[in-house]
């Protein structure tokens, strides 16, 4: 696989929601274990959020194979803040299936963020991940995010 390949399409709810639905459900192995999955309410959360903004959603393709074959997703919201008084990008979702981590492309899906939202006049970008998961917490340091929040978390 070559990183030059790599192509972002529009998402499209009707034909793509149960592959973005199992790769959720990976997403949630690796950084919430803990928590359980609602299928129900993560797609109507997705279809929500696609129709507020269908633009921000992109499938990561890589076209060295015919047909392109589907390898990963990119979910971008362009949301407000009070306290701020601007708009902020929020990067909500970015996701690789396996055998596509550790090669380069993590890096173009964040570039393809700064693009979409530079284009909207975003000044600011947030994004969360576990606290456990080093290969998104170094992608992020890598491509300029620093940390302004830590949730803590205690079991009784
Ligand atoms: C997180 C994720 C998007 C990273 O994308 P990636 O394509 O693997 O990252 P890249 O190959 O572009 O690497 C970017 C940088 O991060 C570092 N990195 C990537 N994976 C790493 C790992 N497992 N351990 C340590 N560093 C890692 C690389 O060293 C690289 O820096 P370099 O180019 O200076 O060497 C990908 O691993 C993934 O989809 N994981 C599953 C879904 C997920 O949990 N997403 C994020 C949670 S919010």
């Not at 690789?96 to 899906?109: D, F, H, Q, S, T």
């Amino acid at each position: 696989m070559e990183t030059n390949k790599i192509r972002f399409r529009q998402f499209a709810y009707d034909s793509d929601h149960q592959t973005i639905c199992q790769y959720h459900r990976d997403h949630m192995k690796i950084n919430f274990p803990k928590d359980f999955f609602d299928e129900d309410i993560f797609l109507e959360t997705l279809k929500r959020e696609w129709q507020e903004e269908p633009e921000g959603m992109f499938v990561v393709q890589d076209t060295s194979s015919a047909p392109p074959r589907d390898v990963g997703f990119l979910w971008l919201n362009t949301k407000f803040s009070p306290h701020r008084k601007a708009k902020f990008g929020d990067v909500h979702y970015v996701h690789l299936i396996p055998e596509y981590r550790g090669r380069g492309v993590g890096r173009l899906l964040m570039q393809k963020a700064d693009e979409y939202f530079g284009s909207k006049g975003v000044k600011t970008l947030r994004l969360g991940t576990a606290a456990s998961y080093s290969a998104s917490i170094k992608l992020y340091e890598k491509c300029g995010y620093q940390r302004t929040r830590v949730i803590f978390e205690k079991e009784l």
